[in-house]
């Protein structure tokens, strides 16, 4: 493949609500999409997921965007005359300090090659268009009642999964209530974002008594050997998400018993060829796996659907309805029916961006490469 043209458009988007965790407020949000024109007139679409804060993974929006426009842009698409998404996962590894900016370009060039194609992305990756069942997640409250309340409402909208924010001082209550408020059918489960002292693992143990189906993260990243000894400890499956940036972690995680789910997101991991390959992988270990989300837009969400079609994909993931966040969202809206979303069947993602919106005077968009 060829590239004749990559513009990054920016677009603010106004979120329903802030979601708030243990390590910080999401309040805002600003769609970061990577347009590639192939020299065929192919048009595909990235997007850029780094959080307006430090606290995911270090990785910052405006750091990320940089990184995006100053060095992922030139060094894959300036003399390069044939180009297509494995080589960039296989030659160019050195890009992968910013796997979210990563993630943006070499996305888009997936979204190319399976329009050429003309399959669907989902089955590009290895799984198929249909219906995928979701779930929602629940930020921290000021106080539990409004978290019963908003599960409540999550599961009344058709969700059969919630995930629930925990954090030292704001947990055990809070699952207790929740899980007595949740229809029997409505599965729970909890995310830590690293909140917990490794030291003090026997503290989670509570989670035991109120049918949990999974603790994500619950200690820092690096606390591999904290994890495992959880995991030892509790009957709570223990499922890691910033613990495994790379291939490599995912099998530390494996061999340790860190874990026996992991959450995937292909940002974080720097692609969806290093997505597949950890999911296999967890296949191949009897590991779970499923596809969590970050705030993305229409664009974003339509790849981690296509991912969450792959059959090593075991657990309900994180990529709830369009209006679960935003007010608007940049390509047509994804719907909840039937606690499912509608994977695109078209060719490649299966969706654009608004022209609309990228027209509006309030997008930014900045020619890269081209004209």
Not at 68 to 87: E, G, H, N, S, W
Not at 97 to 125: C, N, Y
Not at 238 to 246: F, G, Q, T, W
Not at 253 to 259: E, K, L, R
Request: aromatic letters at 4%.
């Amino acid at each position: 493949m060829r590239i004749d043209r990559v513009r990054i458009v920016r677009i603010p988007l106004q979120l329903v609500a802030p979601l708030r965790t243990s390590a910080g407020d999401h309040a805002s949000r600003t769609a970061t999409l990577v347009e590639v024109t192939a020299d065929d007139g192919t048009v595909g679409w990235g997007e850029n997921v780094a959080p307006e804060g430090s606290f995911y993974t270090g990785e910052t929006a405006e750091v990320s965007y940089r990184h995006l426009r100053d060095v992922v842009i030139p060094a894959l698409a300036f003399d390069r005359d044939d180009m297509d998404d494995d080589d960039l996962d296989e030659e160019d590894r050195a890009l992968a300090a910013m796997p979210m900016a990563a993630h943006a370009f070499t996305s888009a060039l997936a979204d190319i090659e399976a329009r050429q194609r003309g399959v669907s992305l989902a089955k590009a990756l290895g799984g198929a268009p249909g219906n995928v069942r979701v779930g929602v997640v629940v930020g921290l409250h000021d106080d539990i009642d409004s978290t019963v309340a908003e599960c409540a409402a999550r599961a009344a909208e058709g969700y059969t999964r919630v995930k629930i924010k925990i954090a030292p001082g704001n947990d055990v209550d809070v699952v207790r209530e929740v899980r007595a408020a949740l229809p029997a059918g409505v599965e729970l489960h909890v995310d830590a974002n690293g909140a917990y002292d490794p030291s003090e693992p026997g503290r989670l143990s509570f989670l035991d008594g109120f049918g949990v189906g999974l603790l994500e993260q619950p200690f820092a990243p690096a606390e591999m050997r904290a994890h495992a000894a959880l995991a030892r400890m509790i009957s709570t499956p223990v499922c890691l998400d910033e613990s495994v940036p790379d291939f490599a972690a995912a099998i530390e995680a494996i061999s340790t018993g860190a874990c026996s789910v992991v959450n995937v997101k292909p940002s974080r991991v720097g692609g969806f060829h290093a997505a597949v390959a950890i999911m296999t992988l967890c296949a191949e270990n009897g590991i779970g796996a499923w596809v969590g989300g970050m705030l993305e837009s229409g664009i974003g969400r339509a790849g981690c659907l296509a991912l969450a079609t792959h059959p090593a994909c075991t657990h309900t993931p994180d990529l709830s309805a369009s209006d679960r966040y935003f007010l608007r969202d940049v390509t047509a809206p994804f719907v909840l029916t039937d606690g499912c979303i509608t994977v695109p069947r078209g060719p490649g993602l299966g969706v654009a961006p608004d022209p609309e919106l990228i027209g509006d005077a309030a997008t930014s968009i900045e020619t890269v490469f081209g004209r």
